[in-house]
């Protein structure tokens, strides 16, 4: 298994689990390319990495995207913005169209346009979310979006083979996506997650990149949903 001379588009890497991804894969050979929300955003790529500005919100965005790429053997999926979060009375229907607009259908319109671009043995590899199965009260959002998109990733391995499609679903990890919370706080669910995994700690971006690396370069693996979330979802 390897990515040695891979081309490969990493959508979110510029931060968190889709940078460690991108400097993973550097790392095993591949030609990468990552993109960010902003030029700004793309200073924080490694030398010797692509960038390209995308908003996959905006379909004029994606095919600007899609006519300026070449050829690709693997795209990663890793971006998001909006997250409904909260008890279901308390979350309100447009907070929950904004999530499933900022990532189903981000993630719908990208696969959509570059699945022609990518290898008939290549892969794509979705990022959701253990909320997708784990049955976390106050995840109802986050359940509703990350599970549309694993479903929708097992019909189209079937749909798009030989071409792989595969799903990697992390467990809280130590992202950026936390940094709005006051530091006593976000440590302190941190701490209260890790005491309730059976391996005792909650996830780094590195754990999730490794994942998926292998994920692209195992090529008899397609359709499948790899739990990388410290044992959440086992019911205990």
């Known amino acids: 298994m390897t990515l040695e001379n891979?081309?490969?588009?990493?959508?979110?890497?510029?931060?968190?689990?889709?940078?460690?991804?991108?400097?993973?894969?550097?790392?095993?050979?591949?030609?990468?390319?990552?993109?960010?929300?902003?030029?700004?955003?793309?200073?924080?790529?490694?030398?010797?990495?692509a960038g390209?500005?995308?908003?996959?919100?905006?379909?004029?965005?994606?095919?600007?995207?899609?006519?300026?790429?070449?050829?690709?053997?693997?795209?990663?999926?890793?971006?998001?913005?909006?997250?409904?979060?909260?008890?279901?009375?308390?979350?309100?229907?447009?907070?929950?169209?904004?999530?499933?607009?900022?990532?189903?259908?981000?993630y719908w319109r990208?696969?959509?346009?570059?699945?022609?671009?990518?290898?008939?043995?290549?892969?794509?590899?979705?990022?959701?979310?253990?909320?997708?199965?784990a049955a976390m009260p106050g995840t109802s959002g986050l359940a509703a979006v990350n599970g549309a998109l694993e479903a929708l990733s097992k019909v189209l391995a079937v749909e798009l083979a030989p071409l792989r499609i595969?799903?990697?679903?992390?467990?809280?990890?130590?992202?950026e996506a936390y940094a709005g919370l006051p530091d006593e706080a976000r440590e302190g669910m941190f701490k209260a997650t890790a005491a309730h995994l059976p391996l005792g700690r909650i996830g780094h971006p590195q754990d999730l990149a490794e994942a998926i690396v292998m994920v692209m370069a195992n090529s008899f693996l397609t359709g499948a949903t790899l739990d990388v979330d410290g044992g959440a979802h086992l019911a205990r």
Do not use: C, Y
Request: hydrophobic residues 50%; without cysteine.
């Open 6 to 49: 891979s081309n490969i588009l990493v959508v979110g890497g510029t931060k968190g689990i889709g940078l460690a991804t991108v400097r993973a894969a550097q790392a095993s050979g591949a030609q990468v390319t990552a993109t960010g929300r902003s030029a700004a955003s793309l200073a924080a790529l490694p030398e010797g990495v």
């Open 166 to 175: 595969n799903t990697v679903s992390p467990g809280m990890t130590a992202t």
């Open 110 to 133: 990208l696969i959509r346009a570059l699945a022609p671009k990518l290898s008939q043995n290549g892969s794509i590899t979705l990022v959701t979310g253990a909320a997708a199965r």
């Open 52 to 106: 390209a500005v995308l908003d996959f919100t905006k379909p004029a965005s994606v095919a600007d995207l899609a006519d300026g790429i070449g050829a690709l053997d693997h795209l990663v999926l890793t971006a998001s913005s909006d997250v409904a979060w909260g008890p279901l009375a308390e979350t309100g229907e447009d907070a929950l169209r904004a999530a499933f607009e900022a990532k189903f259908w981000g």
